[in-house]
């Protein structure tokens, strides 16, 4: 049987290096992207004012960031894996 959520909010594989962080970012990035499209798609059929749709936008990039920031994602980009910096 096929689970709603799966439907809703599918996810793609991850290609990246593979670190805790980077899975849990990149699964809040795919959330991030189905979430601007369905807002994106309500302000298009007129659903939704295009101001209610740029403040959802704006509150959904606002998490985005607080989780990247959270996660440490790209603050050391020359260490490797061992947490030697890079040569």
Known sequence: MVDKDDFLYPHGRYYGQV???NLVFN???QEFAQKVS???SLETG???P???AYEQIRVLWKQLKHSKKQLQI????????GGEAAE
Do not use: R
């Not at 790209?74 to 894996?81: K, L, M």
């Open 19 to 21: 670190k805790p962080e």
């Open 27 to 29: 699964a809040n990035l």
């Open 38 to 40: 369905y807002v994106c």
């Open 46 to 48: 007129g659903k939704i």
């Open 50 to 52: 295009p101001e209610a």
């Open 74 to 81: 790209g603050e050391n980009p020359f260490q490797d894996e």
